[in-house]
């Protein structure tokens, strides 16, 4: 083929291939220039034959140049149309992702039993079995076994509800120890969840509140163990780094007692208006168990010791969620409860 | 209660500013909660535990002082010029009810001249927070907060022939007090009377009549000791609290009486002068053993405390204290415990007084100790019993189960009162209800005086107070104690409540229904592998035709109830249902079905059947049919309407095939699903109204 010839075929495809819209115009060029039977290049290499032999090299080449070119320019469309293609696509299946995504309805447990949760698996880890037991008590489990005498001033500090039948509703959940340790003999080692009541009601008491208390008895336990109990149990609700205090006081059912304090939470120690300036919070309640208790249950002072202590759980759900006031924890709205995370 | 550190100070010298005494008595168990200036001194308001009434006064704060800085202790003094005369020769003491008064010591004095106070004495009482009367009940005053010994002042010529009577009221006898008011007293409340009349509340507050004036000149000291108990019945039963009756109900110490009325008699004569009558009279129930002794072992001291005690520190912290200390052997003392620590370390308190005491249980000698070691110094460890305890219980994983279930299922946990008021009692059905219920004898409002047999009331009002503030829907559950009555344990049970749309309509959320409430409840028991049958029933309030029985198992009887509320007032409709817990039980573990590898079969068959043909008879007639390879059915539509006759309704159902071992043919399916069709069409076919 002459470089005219050559020339003219280009020249010729580059108009066509300028005019390409669309996926049709591009597969009717293809057809027209390289289709396998009735292509201008087919044909072209098809006319070798005719061409003499000295020109055969020549025509050879040419054609073949063309045939390079035409599918170059046939691949560089083919992008071209997918690229169109691919956009309007997407456009047609656009969504805004950013509008909000369909939850599922789910429920939120309430604070207090998010808290006992939590306190119940630390004391699991710590070895410890569940024991629970009535919310209506009589007076030995509530008060005479538990080293309250009869007409004795500690029980001023219980605010008793009584039922009409004489029996009362728990005002600790000492009594489920006192069940326990009847039940069976050391090593004991239990934590008791539920719900306690008494005759109170303001801004800082609910007649009706929860508590945990727990209680190991065993030969040589002593109050190092109790302190050392406290300080896992206390790092691990709160964070490692809360100190913990004991000071001596008094409560029947433990000697020595003692009012466990913990660095304030809110200011770590610092001194804020929640803890008075002292930088500390009193958390809990807690002591060696006392032997006459031991007695009552059968269990033989002599032998075994054991500690005893109790913590409000209403409390210390107000300190988590920052919830100002108890009744706030049973009035069960929702708009606060849902804020609480499982 | 407030103490005047500048008093303290009169017996022993700390040698250190009041902020660090405060501290150190803090760390012995006597908290120190707040200290203030005035006047130059410092005031201590101590929380003194109603343990330790030997702490309710200056001497007794002193003492642990004392022991707790080593400093000497200086008691107060008692040098009394005596005139011949004797107290015996003019005052007479019986002691009628020696169980109440087991001791009763008097003094007289004559001639004393009544008057305004010294300014030593009214400053120390104002210190403290106590008005200035006249001399003698002043030192009386002071006395009691120096010794911790209340005492009382007669005057002595208003006594009936100088007798001192210590008996019980009589019946219907009355006594105006010194506050004026006339009371009605009652056998029970311990009197001290004259030969004719009560003069006295025994321990607790004196009489009007009897009181020292400006006017008297004779004067009858009483420093007495009174049973706890007798004391607080007795001011229990007339609703009076006093610093007398505060300490004797605690109780005093025994053996300070006669030091108590000498001091008192002391002071009165360097005060208010007069002649004071030789010696005391001093009736003391000879039965009384007030000994208590208990043996320390210093070895198990440090091993219960988890401490190395040191021995000699030991002794001296409770020689300080006032405990007698023989040693026995190495490291063991024969301990004698101070009159003024009787109550509270009896090992029995049960024991009538005038029995002797057991010895004193170790662990409250230990306690002494080991607060006095202070807690600080001791260190942490973690008990060493060996193995661990049975951990989770069958209630708590129940529970547990069944909160997270519900959350789950959309519901939010309340907590309410286990009290209402006696209205919500009939509202409801309750569970197990038997006879009548619990009733508080001194409710703290008529808004809880019943204990619940239902949950419904106190979820209910919940629900509402979320509807009141705005909710659009709600879904709460609760669990608790329900108190079916008399003789009858304690029931566990769970309450939902629930209506109304949730979210939007982009949501694509829908009114919450009756079939929601019951597919939660369904849901709750599969998933302890409990089947529940509903049984129609016409429950108090509940909408009448909505109301069913919860069934579980083969049992008749009714485990809980469901249904829409009949609550007009409600946003919404309200859905509410209550179930006993105790039946999820944790089942025994069941290995898994393994479903087929070969491909199931979906057919739908509709129904046209009778409106009042219940679902649960074609599910059971189904059932009834033990069809072949048919895994799984269920409703997929109920449609009433165009082209379904009047008083009909088309039920559309699917039905699942699938064999364990190959694929079945349509053949195979046609035929097993034609029979069921034909059983069904034949029993419950739609063949006209008739």
Redesign the interface.
Do not use: C, W
């Given at each position: 083929m002459s470089a005219d010839e050559l020339t003219r075929h280009q020249e010729a495809f580059a108009a066509e291939a300028a005019e390409v819209r669309d996926r049709a115009d591009w597969e009717a060029l293809r057809v027209r220039w390289i289709g396998r039977k009735q292509g201008i290049v087919r044909s072209l290499l098809a006319q070798l034959k005719d061409v003499p032999k000295e020109e055969k090299r020549d025509f050879g080449q040419g054609v073949n140049r063309l045939k390079g070119t035409v599918e170059a320019r046939l691949a560089e469309l083919d992008e071209e149309l997918s690229r169109t293609e691919r956009s309007l696509a997407q456009e047609a299946a656009a969504v805004d992702v950013t509008l909000?995504g369909?939850?599922?309805?789910?429920?939120?447990?309430?604070p207090?039993?998010l808290v006992t949760?939590h306190i119940?698996d630390i004391f699991?880890g710590?070895?410890?079995?569940?024991?629970?037991g009535?919310?209506?008590e009589d007076d030995f489990h509530n008060f005479e076994a538990l080293?309250f005498?009869?007409?004795?001033?500690?029980r001023d500090?219980q605010d008793t509800?009584?039922?009409?039948?004489g029996r009362l509703?728990r005002t600790h959940t000492s009594p489920v120890q006192i069940r326990t340790m009847l039940k069976r003999q050391?090593?004991?080692?239990?934590i008791c969840?539920g719900?306690v009541?008494r005759?109170?009601?303001d801004l800082r008491h609910s007649?009706?509140f929860h508590q945990v208390e727990g209680l190991?008895v065993?030969?040589?336990?002593?109050?190092?163990?109790l302190?050392?109990?406290l300080?896992?149990f206390i790092h691990r609700l709160f964070s490692p780094d809360t100190g913990v205090?004991?000071?001596?006081?008094?409560f029947?059912f433990t000697?020595?007692s003692?009012?466990v304090d913990i660095t304030c939470p809110f200011c770590r120690g610092d001194g804020c208006q929640t803890c008075s300036g002292t930088g500390w919070m009193e958390i809990l309640g807690a002591g060696?168990v006392?032997?006459?208790v031991l007695e009552n249950c059968n269990i033989d002072?002599s032998i075994y010791?054991g500690f005893a202590f109790g913590l409000g759980i209403d409390r210390v759900a107000m300190i988590r969620y920052g919830i100002p006031n108890i009744r706030m924890?049973?009035?069960?709205?929702?708009?606060l409860?849902?804020q609480v995370r499982? | 209660m407030e103490f005047s550190f500048d008093w303290i100070c009169q017996y022993v010298d700390p040698e250190e500013e009041a902020s660090a005494v405060a501290e150190r008595l803090t760390a012995a168990g006597l908290a120190v909660e707040g200290q203030e200036v005035r006047q130059g001194d410092v005031i201590f308001d101590v929380d003194v535990t109603t343990n330790r009434p030997d702490c309710m006064n200056h001497l007794g704060l002193a003492r642990e002082v004392s022991a707790l800085t080593g400093k000497t202790l200086t008691s107060p003094d008692t040098d009394i010029l005596e005139v011949e005369q004797r107290t015996a020769d003019v005052a007479e003491v019986e002691l009628q009810d020696a169980t109440g008064c087991p001791r009763y010591v008097a003094r007289v004095i004559r001639g004393v001249e009544v008057g305004p106070s010294p300014e030593w004495l009214v400053k120390r009482l104002a210190s403290i927070g106590q008005r200035s009367i006249n001399n003698i009940v002043d030192i009386s005053n002071f006395v009691l907060w120096e010794l911790g010994q209340p005492i009382h002042a007669f005057d002595l010529q208003k006594l009936s022939r100088a007798k001192i009577l210590v008996r019980r009221a009589r019946e219907g006898e009355r006594l105006v007090t010194l506050d004026g008011e006339d009371r009605e007293l009652d056998p029970e409340i311990l009197v001290i009377a004259d030969a004719e009349k009560a003069v006295a509340l025994a321990g607790i507050m004196g009489g009007l009549d009897s009181e020292v004036t400006e006017s008297s000149a004779d004067i009858l000291i009483e420093s007495a000791h009174f049973d706890p108990t007798r004391i607080r019945l007795g001011a229990g039963l007339l609703g009076i609290h006093t610093d007398a009756n505060h300490r004797f109900e605690r109780g005093a110490d025994p053996e300070v009486c006669r030091l108590a009325a000498d001091r008192v008699t002391s002071l009165v004569a360097e005060i208010a002068g007069g002649q004071v009558l030789a010696g005391a009279v001093d009736v003391r129930n000879s039965s009384l053993d007030w000994q208590l002794a208990g043996q320390l072992d210093l070895r198990r001291a440090s091993t219960f405390g988890g401490v190395e005690l040191d021995g000699e520190q030991a002794v001296g912290w409770l020689e300080g204290i006032g405990f007698e200390m023989e040693a026995e052997s190495a490291g063991v003392w024969q301990v004698g415990v101070p009159s003024w620590r009787y109550y509270d370390m009896r090992p029995d308190p049960t024991r009538p007084a005038g029995e002797p005491q057991p010895a004193v249980f170790e662990a409250d000698l230990f306690e002494e100790v080991l607060r006095l070691h202070g807690f600080d110094s001791i260190s942490s460890t973690l008990p060493d019993v060996g193995g661990p305890d049975a951990g989770s219980s069958a209630g708590h994983w129940r529970r547990e189960g069944v909160r997270r279930h519900l959350a789950i299922c959309g519901y939010t946990e309340a907590v309410t009162f286990s009290f209402y008021d006696a209205e919500a009692e009939s509202r409801f059905p309750g569970i197990g209800r038997q006879g009548t219920p619990l009733l508080l004898a001194n409710p703290i409002s008529e808004l809880y005086t019943v204990m619940q047999r239902s949950l419904l009331p106190g979820l209910l009002e919940a629900a509402e107070f979320n509807l009141r503030r705005g909710a659009g829907s709600v879904r709460l559950f609760e669990i608790g104690h329900l108190f079916p009555g008399q003789d009858c344990e304690e029931l566990e049970a769970v309450a939902l409540v629930a209506g109304g749309g949730m979210g939007t309509a982009w949501d694509r959320h829908r009114d919450y229904d009756l079939f929601d409430l019951k597919g939660a409840v369904e849901s709750l028991a599969a998933r302890f592998g409990l089947e529940l049958r509903f049984r129609p029933a016409d429950l108090a309030g509940f909408v009448a035709g909505t109301g069913a029985e919860i069934l579980a198992g083969d049992s008749d009887s009714a485990v809980g109830y469901l249904g829409q509320l009949a609550h007009e007032d409600a946003a919404v409709p309200l859905f509410a249902a209550e179930l006993r817990t105790d039946l999820c039980q944790p089942g025994a573990v069941q290995a898994v079905e393994l479903p087929s590898r070969f491909p199931a079969v979906e057919v739908d068959l509709t129904l046209t059947h009778a409106e009042s043909t219940a679902w649960a008879d074609l599910a059971d007639e189904i059932e009834a049919a033990a069809v072949q390879d048919l895994v799984e059915f269920g409703l997929e539509v109920r449609y009433v309407g165009e082209g379904v006759p009047a008083g009909a309704v088309n039920t559309t159902l699917y039905f699942l095939y699938n064999a364990a071992d190959r694929s079945l043919t349509q053949e195979e399916v046609n035929e097993r699903h034609e029979a069921v069709r034909h059983r069904l069409a034949d029993r419950f076919g739609w063949k006209g109204s008739t």
């Open positions: 909000p369909r939850h599922p309805h789910l429920g939120t447990l309430h207090v039993n949760q119940v699991i710590l070895g410890y079995s569940v024991a629970e009535p919310e209506v080293n005498p009869q007409d004795h001033p500690a500090t509800l009584f039922l009409e039948d509703l050391p090593p004991i080692r239990v969840p719900r009541y005759h109170d009601n007649p009706m190991a065993g030969e040589g336990i002593s109050l190092g163990d302190k050392g109990t300080e896992a205090r004991l000071r001596p006081s008094y029947p000697e020595p003692a009012e060696m006392d032997p006459r002072p010791s924890l049973f009035d069960n709205d929702e708009r409860l849902h499982i | -």
